[in-house]
Nanobody, 122 residues
Framework: VQLQASGGGLVQAGGSLRLSCAAS????????MGWFRQAPGKEREFVAA????????LYADSVKGRSTISRDNAKNTVYLQMDSLKPEDTAVYYC????????????????WGQGTQVTVSS
């Protein structure tokens, strides 16, 4: 099972990026999926999550209103559209799948991608 995150890069403040996370090895169409991020010297933190049906989406306060999580179950892929990016959004972004309970906690997720670097310049 592999989660491949992509779409990161260097962008100026106010810009946008769309992260993708493609799953292979099994289908996650019946599983919730999430995005987390880890900035240098900081702990990994929750960013957003989406239920298997897309009926529920959750966001950290820090990205709410600027980010949109979505998924395409036919493609086994989850996306994170990030707009109005700020320098404080700079981090490695990780996708994760199949939380056992609450979407907010790292320990609840069974599968993780390798991360994609997002750097926002001021």
């Amino acid at each position: 099972v592999q989660l491949q995150a992509s779409g990161g890069g260097l962008v100026q403040a106010g810009g946008s990026l769309r992260l993708s996370c493609a799953a292979s090895g099994r289908t996650f169409s019946n599983s919730a999926m999430g995005w987390f991020r880890q900035a240098p010297g900081k702990e990994r933190e929750f960013v957003a999550a989406i239920s298997w049906s897309s009926g529920t989406t959750l966001y950290a306060d820090s990205v709410k209103g600027r980010s949109t999580i979505s998924r395409d179950n036919a493609k086994n892929t989850v996306y994170l559209q990030m707009d109005s990016l700020k320098p404080e959004d700079t981090a490695v972004y990780y996708c994760a799948a199949d939380p056992s309970s609450s979407y907010f906690y790292i320990s609840n997720y069974d599968y993780w991608g390798q991360g994609t670097q997002v750097t926002v310049s001021s």
